[in-house]
Antibody
Framework: EVQLVESGGGLVQPGGSLRLSCVAS????????IHWVRHRPGKGLLQVSE????????NHADSVKGRFTISRDNAKNTVFLQMNSLRAEDTAVYYC????????????WGQGALVTVSS | DIVLTQAPLSSPVTLGQPASISCRSS???????????LNWLQQRPGQPPRLLIYKISNRFSGVPDRFSGSGAGTDFTLKISRVEAEDVGVYYC?????????FGQGTKLEIK
């Protein structure tokens, strides 16, 4: 069974940092792109970052560029999202999402990690 | 970024009746590989999103055949042939043609 389990969310002050982790199981992580998608309260879904299967290609949305960094450790079946200089508008549920194999998209979603940026 | 516009934003439906959701894109979703990466997600209350339909009309693993997708170019539709109680939730269209992937605003399906 494909599973993606996020951790590392919590309450942080503006300007602070958090590191989200996504542990994958039930499939070969090294064969898949991984994406982070966030859902802000009362707002829509936003693809924040993506990373290719070997970690050499990364992309970040303009709203987080320079502050967020996606990385991965395939040997540990884990993908990370380092979030620095956090703002109130980064408050959201962050989902780890698996890139599909064989077509350009996403398929399985984790349960999500809540990040709250507030003083 | 590509903008996806869904309609309606709310859809009260009687159990057993059909439902239809539209998704319009601000530009063509045809990828350079010839595929159109327009997908549909379902988010039930308290759950993460779940993939229903990919590449316009392909049902994902485990998705009931009462769900179907159609469309081309910039206009797409998700149809539920007979709505069941478990279909309550929010439905999103999502394109994955280029970065960033973007999502429609969501359509809330509720039972009358």
């Amino acid at each position: 069974e494909v599973q993606l389990v996020e951790s590392g969310g919590g309450l942080v002050q503006p300007g602070g940092s958090l590191r989200l982790s996504c542990v994958a199981s039930g499939f070969d992580l090294s064969s898949h792109w991984i994406h982070w998608v966030r859902h802000r309260p009362g707002k829509g879904l936003l693809q924040v970052s993506e990373i290719n299967s070997d970690g050499r290609i990364t992309n970040h949305a303009d709203s987080v560029k320079g502050r967020f960094t996606i990385s991965r450790d395939n040997a540990k079946n884990t993908v990370f999202l380092q979030m620095n200089s956090l703002r109130a508008e980064d408050t959201a549920v962050y989902y780890c999402v698996r890139g599909s194999h064989g077509w350009n998209g996403v398929d399985y979603w984790g349960q999500g990690a809540l990040v709250t940026v507030s003083s | 970024d590509i903008v996806l516009t869904q309609a309606p934003l709310s859809s009260p439906v009687t159990l057993g009746q059909p439902a239809s959701i539209s998704c319009r894109s601000s530009q063509s979703l045809v990828h350079s590989d010839g595929n159109t990466y327009l997908n549909w997600l379902q988010q039930r209350p308290g759950q993460p999103p779940r993939l229903l339909i990919y590449k316009i009309s392909n049902r994902f693993s485990g998705v009931p055949d009462r769900f179907s997708g159609s469309g081309a170019g910039t206009d797409f539709t998700l149809k539920i042939s007979r709505v069941e109680a478990e279909d309550v939730g929010v439905y999103y269209c999502l394109h994955s043609t280029q970065f960033p992937h973007t999502f429609g605003q969501g359509t809330k399906l509720e039972i009358k």
